[in-house]
């Protein structure tokens, strides 16, 4: 049955799943919400990593190879900042740099995080609904060996290297739902609420303390249906896998699975562990999860969307 359709994400792999969603949905049926808990302020910019990575994904803009960041991209600005000595280890292109000034200007202007997101979305021309899941700031931060760690110099400058004890979402307990998302979760039309296939530790967690957006997606009458970040163990992209193991989680699809238990309705693994347990009232649904081409990307999507 048709109907809108309401999609959690994070940055690369749930932005590939969110376009495989934009391209099999008639347009304006997806609203994407977005985790913000990787936001941070950098070169005195406002930098938003998973709402660009799903802006330039759902633009097609984004950069093949990185996931993140634009194809099209020149490093003038990246190569003068390090003759000049500055602060290199998180890379900016030049046309990315662009977004990065005007979202800081409007922001710094009283705009909301939405408004300035809405705003490139409507640029790009992009028919799908991109919201962050709160305009208050919401920040992951990792316990390491190294002290508490904001995201970015864990996941960019430490490379995901020191091993972490724990996790936090500052901010997230006392973050306001955007209205919008709350709105979008509550639509009595809505066909399937999707939990894209990005970190749950660092990518939908931030997004589920929420109090307010993790009762929605409990009080939903439409379906949960949440999608494997891992293949037989395995991360495809980032820390999922080591992180899990650091946390002292088992480190396959069933833990995820248990994760997210009384939240979803629907799990859909790959066929690589299509043997796994899930919890009790939650449906498992195996297909083929990893997503190299476009035409994975939709194949996954259909068979989430009639999962
Ligand atoms: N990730 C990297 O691994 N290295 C980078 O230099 C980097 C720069 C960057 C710039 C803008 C942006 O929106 C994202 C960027 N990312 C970079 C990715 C980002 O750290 C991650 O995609 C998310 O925070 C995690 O999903």
Redesign the pocket.
């Known amino acids: 049955m048709n109907g809108p359709v309401v999609a959690l994400s994070?940055?690369?792999g749930g932005a590939k799943l969110a376009l495989g969603l934009a391209r099999v949905l008639p347009p304006g049926a997806l609203t994407v919400i977005a985790n913000t808990g990787?936001d941070f302020e950098h070169l005195g910019l406002a930098?938003?990593?998973?709402l660009?990575?799903l802006l330039y994904t759902l633009a097609e803009l984004a950069d093949p190879l990185?996931?993140?960041?634009r194809r099209d991209e020149t490093w003038n600005f990246m190569e003068t900042l390090r003759q000049l000595g500055g602060e290199t280890?998180?890379?900016?292109g030049d046309r990315?740099l662009a977004l990065h000034v005007e979202r800081t200007r409007r922001l710094a202007a009283g705009a909301t995080l939405a408004e300035v997101t809405e705003h490139f979305r409507a640029h790009f021309g992009i028919a799908a609904r991109i919201l962050p899941m709160s305009d208050a700031p919401v920040r992951t931060r990792l316990r390491t060996a190294a002290g508490w760690l904001d995201?970015?110099d864990y996941?960019?400058r430490r490379r995901c290297a020191p091993a972490v004890g724990e996790i936090q979402y500052a901010g997230a307990a006392t973050a306001a739902a955007l209205p919008a998302a709350l709105a979008a979760l509550a639509d009595p039309a809505l066909r399937a609420i999707v939990i894209c296939p990005s970190n749950p530790l660092?990518?939908v967690g931030p997004m589920l303390a929420i109090p307010a957006l993790r009762s929605a997606l409990q009080q939903a009458r439409a379906p949960v249906i949440a999608v494997s970040p891992l293949i037989g163990g395995r991360a495809i992209k980032?820390p999922t896998a080591k992180l899990m193991q650091e946390l002292g989680l088992a480190v396959d699809a069933a833990e995820v699975a248990r994760g997210y238990a009384e939240l979803i309705d629907v799990f859909v693994a790959d066929e690589a562990d299509a043997g796994m347990t899930v919890p009790d009232g939650v449906r498992l649904v195996t297909a083929p999860t990893l997503m190299t081409t476009l035409a994975d990307r939709e194949r996954l999507a259909r068979a989430v969307l009639q999962s």
């Open positions: 994070g940055g690369i990787d930098i938003s990593p998973d660009d990575t990185q996931g993140w960041g280890w998180f890379a900016l990315d995201f970015q996941f960019v660092l990518s980032g």
